[in-house]
């Protein structure tokens, strides 16, 4: 079946750095891959909806300059945290949709586990 | 909006026993209703869906059917393993968007 790795799986650093984080579809193109957060015990909630070759659509709440999404080919999407602060420790999950119609499946990483101290 | 509320949990069932996880939803027009299940530390993983109404999803002995009269989509097993303990997400799509219940924890004991 259709598999999206993210990665990296975990990360600690301090407070102030840059993360990066990929989604990567494996084998199929993905047109749309979308960015969640989710809080411990809590749902998923979308961050952006990030469309190849265009810029990322974000829900209202989430700072587009703090969340940086660039979805430079069909396989890959990256989220960079900016100047990362222990309020921004989260899972963050990934999904890739698996052709361009709104009616295909997503495809969910594996997530990444996001510590600030 | 659209909006999807489940069961709160935690539930814990013995080995064996019958599984219900209510999910209601609200949505305009005709969406697509899936359950996900995600394991400690994993993402998601899609266990079934139903993509109109009546229609049942199955998968691993679970199902779900969707019921436009009632506008649910509850999640049964008839017959829960230590393997099912996981968190059980409900979900729509209407559009584009996929819209998630907060998630239910599910405990099996042996």
């Known amino acids: 079946g259709a598999v999206v790795s993210q990665h990296p799986s975990r990360v600690i650093c301090k407070s102030g750095t840059s993360v990066k984080i990929e989604c990567r579809s494996l084998?199929?193109?993905?047109?749309?891959m979308f960015w969640y957060r989710q809080f411990p015990k809590q749902s998923l909630m979308l961050m952006a909806t990030?469309?190849?070759?265009?810029?990322?659509?974000?829900e209202q709440g989430v700072e587009k300059d703090k969340f940086l999404i660039n979805h430079a080919s069909l396989t890959l999407s990256t989220l960079t945290v900016t100047s990362a602060h222990p309020e921004d420790s989260s899972f963050y999950i990934c999904?890739?949709?698996?052709?361009?119609?709104?009616?295909?499946?997503?495809?969910f990483g594996d997530g990444t586990r996001l510590s600030i101290l | 909006g659209d909006s999807v509320t489940q069961m709160e949990g935690p539930v814990t069932l013995s080995e064996e026993a019958f599984l219900t996880i209510n999910c209601t939803y609200t949505?305009?027009?005709?969406?697509?209703l899936f359950w996900y299940v995600q394991y400690p530390g994993e993402g998601l993983q899609l266990l079934l869906k139903?993509?109109?109404?009546?229609d049942k999803g199955s998968n691993k002995g679970f199902e779900a059917t969707y019921r436009k009269e009632t506008t649910s989509f509850h999640l049964e097993k008839g017959s829960v393993q230590v393997s099912d303990s996981a968190v059980y997400f409900c979900?729509?799509?209407?559009?584009?968007?996929?819209?998630f219940g907060t998630g239910t924890r599910l405990t099996i004991i042996p």
């Open positions: 990030s469309n190849e070759g265009s810029k990322a659509t974000y």
């Open positions: 139903a993509t109109k109404a009546d």
């Open positions: 949505a305009t027009g005709y969406p697509s």
């Open positions: 979900a729509l799509r209407g559009n584009e968007k996929l819209t």
């Open positions: 084998d199929f193109q993905a047109t749309t």
């Open positions: 999904s890739a949709r698996d052709g361009g119609r709104n009616n295909q499946p997503q495809h």
